[in-house]
C-alpha cells in the first residue's frame, strides 16, 4: 500500500507553519511548528514499515490520512497568510508553489524508476506500469487505478508506481479547494460554512462507496476530500478561536492523540469498513496532535534525540516517500524482500536515493527560483519531454534495455486466458467468457452450440460454470475428455461468484451481472442436461468464502444478499444454502454435481520470482493450509446427506512434501500463470489425478439411458 506526505509549501519551516498563538490563536502571524514535521515523519516511518512487511505494523497504511489531514490544515494557512493580494497573483502563487515544491523530485523519479522497469521487469509485464507513470505525470493516477486494479490484491505491490494514487489525491485537492474559497473569499467567517458543507459530503460520499463500491472509496478524491479539508477547517475555527479553551491544548490533548494515532497504525483493517469508518482514529488523533501543539520551548517529546530524528524524516517525508516504495517493488521482482539483508538494502536504498534528491533536485529549485514564467516553460518542457520519453520505453524500446535472464517467464503459450480458441480445434473460445462486468442477456450469454467439445455417442456432459478459475481448469479437461469420449460444454464470468442470490462486488460497484449469470446458466444447466450428466462448479472461493489471502489477511469483500450487506460468516452460510438448493434440483433431475477447492494462491506473481530457490512465491504452508482447510470444511457442508454432490480438491498436487506451492517445475515449466491462475502446463498436470477422481465415484461410465448426446 502506499501513501503520499503532504508537504505543501516552499520551504521546510513554511510547511508547518501555524498561527503564532498555538492551538487556538487568533492572531494573524505564522511561525514554525516542528511537532508538525515531526509528526509528518512519524507517519512517514509508519509508511515505510508497512511497505517492508506489512505484518510488522498492519495499520502503517494509516500514514495517507495523517498526511491528508496535515496537507489541509497548512494549505489552509498558505491560503489565509495571502488573504490580502489580489486574487489573480494570489492564485498564481499558490499554484507555482505547488508546481515547484512538488513536480522536479517526482519527475525525476517517475523518469529515473521507468529506466529501472524497462531493465528489470519482463517486458509482457512492464505495459499496464508505463500506462501508470504517464497518467501520474498529471495527478490521474488514482482514476486510472481504481478501474484497473484490486488494491488489496497481492499482485498491486508489484506496481512501482502504485504509490502514485495519492499524489493524484492531494494534487487535485490542490487543483480545487482554492478555487472554491475564490468563490466565497477567503474571510475566515465566511469559510466555516463551506468547510462543514464539505466535510459532511464527502464523508457521506465515502462512507456509502465504501460499503458499496470500495476501490472508489479508496482511490476517488472526493471520497478522501473531507480528510483534507476537516484540516483546515481546524485551522479556520482556530484563527476564530473556536476551539481555545486551554483544556484543547497542551500536553493531555496531545498524548490522546499519540494513543489514537498508536491504535491507528497497529489495529485498523485495510478491508473492514476503511476508509469509513475505519480510518476516525488516525484522522482524530491527528486533529488532536495539532490542536495541542508543542508544549514549552517547543518541546513535544521527552527526547531531544527523538524530535531531531523524527523532524529530519519530516523533512525528507516527501523524497523519501518518493523513492522508497519503487525500490521495494523493484527489489521485489529481483531479489526478492523476505531476508534481514533485503530489508536492509531496501532501507538503504530508499534514504540514499531520498537524501541524494532532496538535496540535488528539491533544494535548489526552492532555494534559487526563476520567473515564473521561466518555471512555468520549463515545467511544460519537463513534462512533455518526460511523457514522450516514457511512450518509447512502453513501445518502440520496449524490451530492448530489459537486463533479466528471462524475458519471458510465463510464456503466451502458457496463459489459458490469452488462448483462443480456448481448447483447439473446439468452437470453445474466448466468447464462451461473457467479461467481467458486462451485461447478462440472451444475446452475451455463451452459445452452448459452439462452446463446447463433442463426445462419444451416449457419454455424460461435463457443463464446466464458473469465473476464470473454471476456465484455467480447460486444458485438464480437454486431455481427460478426449481419453473418457465425455462431451464438454463451458459458460463463464469473470470475477464472478456462482450463486443466484449472493451479490458481490467488483472493482467499483456490485456485479449484478454477475448474479443474473449465475441465475440465468444455473437455470440452463438444468435445462440442458440429462440424468446422468455432471455440472462442474470452479471459482476463486478463497477470494469470496476463505476471508484470509495467501499472507494471512481478510478479505472481506463487500457481498449482499438483496439490499443488505452480509458478514462474512452470513456470506459462508448463504452460499453453502445456495450450493444446496441447487444440488437437490439436480439430484431430482438425476444430474450429478462436482465442485473444485479453490487451488493455493501463491505469495507473489511468478513472474517476479525467478531466485532459483522460488521460495519468495510459495507462500506459507500453514496459510496455505489454512485457506484450504476453510474451504474444504464448507464443501463439506455442501456435500453433506447428497450423494450427487463430489468434491475435488486438486492442492495435494500443487503442493510439495513441505506443503509449500509448487509454482514451477525443476526445468522451468510454470505451473501458475499468476498468483491465482494456473497455466496450461498446471492445468494439465492435474488430468491425471481428476481423471482418477472421475472413476472412483462412478462418473465416467455412459449415462443411465445410453441416449445420444443433444
Known amino acids: 500500500m502506499a501513501v503520499a506526505p503532504a508537504v505543501t509549501s516552499t520551504g521546510a519551516a513554511a510547511a508547518a507553519s501555524v498561527p503564532a498563538s498555538g492551538g487556538g490563536g487568533k492572531g494573524g502571524g505564522f511561525a514554525y511548528r516542528p511537532d508538525i514535521d515531526a509528526l509528518r515523519g512519524a507517519a512517514m516511518l509508519a509508511v515505510l514499515v508497512f511497505h517492508l512487511n506489512k505484518g510488522w505494523l498492519p495499520g502503517g497504511f494509516t500514514g495517507v490520512d495523517i498526511f491528508f489531514v496535515i496537507s489541509g490544515y497548512v494549505v489552509m494557512g498558505s491560503l489565509l497568510g495571502q488573504a490580502s493580494k489580489p486574487l489573480w497573483p494570489r492564485l498564481g502563487n499558490f499554484y507555482l508553489r505547488r508546481v515547484r515544491r512538488l513536480l522536479p523530485n517526482l519527475l525525476v523519479c517517475l523518469g529515473v524508476t521507468s529506466l529501472g522497469v524497462a531493465m528489470l521487469i519482463p517486458p509482457l509485464e512492464s505495459g499496464p506500469y508505463f500506462n501508470v507513470a504517464l497518467k501520474a505525470l498529471f495527478g490521474w493516477s488514482n482514476n486510472f487505478l481504481m478501474g484497473q486494479v484490486d488494491y488489496f490484491a497481492t499482485d498491486a ?3 512501482p508506481f502504485l504509490h502514485t494514487w495519492s499524489l493524484g489525491v492531494e494534487q487535485q485537492f490542490y487543483l480545487v479547494f482554492p ?20 466535510v459532511v459530503l464527502s464523508l457521506g460520499a465515502s462512507w456509502w462507496w465504501t460499503q458499496n463500491a470500495p476501490m472508489a472509496a479508496f482511490f476517488l478524491m472526493p471520497s478522501r476530500l473531507w480528510e483534507l479539508t476537516v484540516g483546515s477547517l481546524l485551522l479556520v475555527a482556530q484563527r476564530r478561536g473556536l476551539v481555545g479553551a486551554s483544556w484543547l491544548q497542551g500536553r493531555w490533548p496531545r498524548l490522546a492523540g499519540a494513543a489514537l494515532l498508536l491504535w491507528a497504525v497497529v489495529m485498523t483493517s485495510e478491508r473492514e469498513g476503511f476508509p469509513v469508518p475505519g480510518v476516525l482514529p488516525a484522522v482524530v488523533g491527528t486533529l488532536l496532535v495539532l490542536q495541542a501543539g508543542p508544549g514549552e520551548g517547543g518541546r513535544f517529546l521527552p527526547g531531544r534525540w527523538l524530535e531531531r530524528f523524527l523532524l529530519t524524516c519530516g523533512l525528507l517525508s516527501y523524497s523519501l516517500y518518493l523513492w522508497h516504495w519503487p525500490v521495494i517493488v523493484l527489489l521485489r521482482w529481483t531479489w526478492g524482500m523476505e531476508t534481514w539483508w533485503q530489508y536492509v538494502v531496501a532501507v538503504a536504498g530508499s534514504v540514499v536515493l531520498a537524501v541524494a534528491a532532496y538535496g540535488l533536485v528539491e533544494q535548489p529549485v526552492r532555494r534559487y527560483p526563476l520567473k515564473w514564467w521561466w518555471e512555468t516553460l520549463l515545467a511544460l518542457l519537463a513534462v512533455g519531454g518526460l511523457w514522450i520519453g516514457i511512450d518509447a520505453l512502453h513501445h518502440q524500446f520496449r524490451g530492448l534495455l530489459f537486463q533479466g535472464k528471462d524475458a519471458d517467464p510465463v510464456p503466451i503459450s502458457e496463459r489459458v486466458h490469452a488462448l483462443n480458441p480456448l481448447i483447439p480445434g473446439t468452437g470453445i473460445t474466448s466468447d464462451c467468457t461473457v467479461a467481467s462486468g458486462k451485461p447478462y442477456n440472451a444475446t452475451t450469454r455463451p452459445n452452448f452450440d459452439k462452446c463446447n467439445r463433442p463426445g462419444l455417442p451416449g457419454a455424460r456432459e461435463i457443463f464446466l460454470l464458473g469465473d476464470s478459475h473454471a476456465q484455467h481448469l480447460l486444458p485438464m479437461l480437454d486431455a481427460v475428455t478426449a481419453r473418457t469420449g465425455q462431451r464438454l460444454t463451458f459458460a463463464a464470468m469473470g470475477a464472478c461468484l456462482i450463486d443466484p442470490q449472493l451479490t458481490v462486488t467488483w472493482q467499483q460497484g456490485r456485479y449484478e451481472s454477475c448474479r443474473q449469470f449465475s441465475d440465468g446458466e444455473m437455470e440452463r444447466s438444468l435445462q440442458r442436461l440429462q440424468p446422468g450428466d455432471i455440472v462442474l462448479v470452479s471459482g ?61 494462491s501463491l505469495a507473489r506473481e511468478p513472474v517476479a520470482c525467478q531466485d532459483p530457490a522460488g521460495s519468495s512465491c510459495a507462500g506459507d504452508a500453514a496459510t496455505t493450509a489454512r485457506m484450504r482447510a476453510t474451504l474444504g470444511g464448507l464443501l463439506a457442508q455442501v456435500t453433506a446427506g447428497l450423494p450427487n454432490v463430489h468434491v475435488f480438491d486438486p492442492t495435494p498436487y500443487l503442493v510439495g512434501p513441505d506443503g509449500r506451492v509448487v509454482y514451477r517445475r525443476p526445468d522451468g515449466t510454470p505451473l501458475y500463470a499468476d498468483s491465482h491462475h494456473l497455466s496450461v502446463s498446471g492445468s494439465r498436470s492435474l488430468a491425471a489425478p481428476f481423471e482418477r477422481f472421475l472413476q472412483q465415484q462412478g462418473l465416467t461410465s455412459p449415462r443411465p439411458t445410453a441416449s445420444p448426446s443433444p
Not at 478555487?179 to 464539505?198: C, F, N, Q
Not at 448463504?574 to 462436482?594: D, F, H, K, T
Open 157 to 159: 505491490d508489484l506496481n
Open 179 to 198: 478555487l472554491l474559497m475564490v468563490g466565497i473569499g477567503y474571510g475566515v467567517r465566511r469559510s466555516v460554512p463551506l468547510l462543514v458543507a464539505l
Open 540 to 600: 476463486f472461493l478463497h477470494n469470496y468464502l476463505a476471508s484470509n489471502d495467501v499472507e494471512g489477511r481478510g478479505y472481506g469483500a463487500p457481498t449482499y444478499l438483496g439490499e443488505r450487506r452480509l458478514r462474512i460468516a452470513e456470506v459462508r452460510r448463504a452460499w453453502v444454502g445456495g450450493m444446496r438448493a441447487y444440488a437437490e434440483r439436480l439430484a431430482a433431475q438425476g444430474i450429478q454435481l462436482v465442485l473444485v477447492v479453490d487451488n493455493p
